[in-house]
């Protein structure tokens, strides 16, 4: 079965730090990766995503992320963090041979400081 | 519409009570999903749809729960007999070929049940 674990369940950094966020996955096959972003009180919305292309994946709002078969992960990262970015971060998983659900993280709350 | 849209957005309900909460994906889409979000977790799934026909349902609880899309379009989550345990965000979902490969799926604000 298909699973990611996220590290963290709380991050802060300061305003304009480097922004880190661990997911490691679990899959039988070479799976395709997401990265989501809730904004309080809003839905899900899809950051970036990984299926099988480049290995590193650019996505809205500076973010970025690197599939790294190796260590079995897929970090998301932003060079330097706004306010704005204060938000619920998930990561999430599907089998590529079956189109139907992905699988989500506990998910990694954000928190910004002035 | 624009995007995925959800309705009741809030649903305070009594135990035992019956429960509908509706999904109207965006125009077009033949994939739905339905996932549930419990305080401090990720979405967990529930039920997938192509079409009208439930193409995957073993994220269904138990028995008390039941989803339809009868039309290919809207689709109804129902809830009998709701417990306190059920109080979560139900997100619905949906995406034009049937999951996420290369496909992207939008989601809904959700609807956020409690039960008392």
């Known amino acids: 079965a298909q699973s990611v674990t996220q590290l963290g369940s709380h991050v802060s950094v300061s305003e304009g730090a480097l922004v880190l966020l661990r997911c490691n996955y679990s899959?039988?096959?070479?799976?395709?990766l997401f990265w989501y972003v809730q904004y309080p009180n809003q839905g899900l919305q899809l950051l970036l995503k990984?299926?099988?292309?480049?290995?590193l994946v650019k996505g809205i709002n500076g973010f970025e992320a690197e599939f790294k078969k190796s260590e079995t992960s897929f970090h998301l990262t932003k060079p330097s963090a706004h306010m704005s970015d204060a938000a619920e971060y998930f990561c999430a998983v599907s089998d590529p041979g079956r189109d139907d659900k992905i699988i989500f993280g506990k998910g990694t709350r954000l928190h910004i400081l002035p | 519409g624009a995007g995925v849209s959800q309705t009741p957005s809030n649903k305070v309900t009594e135990k035992g009570k019956y429960v509908e909460l509706r999904c109207d994906p965006i125009?077009?889409?033949?994939?739905l999903y339905w996932y549930r979000q419990s305080l401090g977790q990720g979405p967990e799934f529930l039920i997938y749809f192509q079409g009208t026909g439930a193409a995957d349902d073993s994220g269904l609880p138990n028995d008390r729960f039941f989803a339809v899309r009868p039309e290919g379009s809207v689709s109804t989550l129902k809830i009998q007999r709701t417990e306190r345990g059920d109080s979560a965000v139900y997100l619905c979902?949906?995406?034009?070929?049937?999951?996420?490969?290369?496909?992207?799926?939008?989601f809904g604000e959700g609807s956020w049940l409690t039960v008392v």
């Open positions: 990984y299926t099988s292309a480049a290995t």
């Open positions: 979902a949906s995406s034009s070929l049937g999951g996420p490969q290369g496909n992207t799926i939008y």
């Open positions: 125009s077009g889409h033949t994939a």
């Open positions: 899959s039988s096959v070479p799976p395709y």
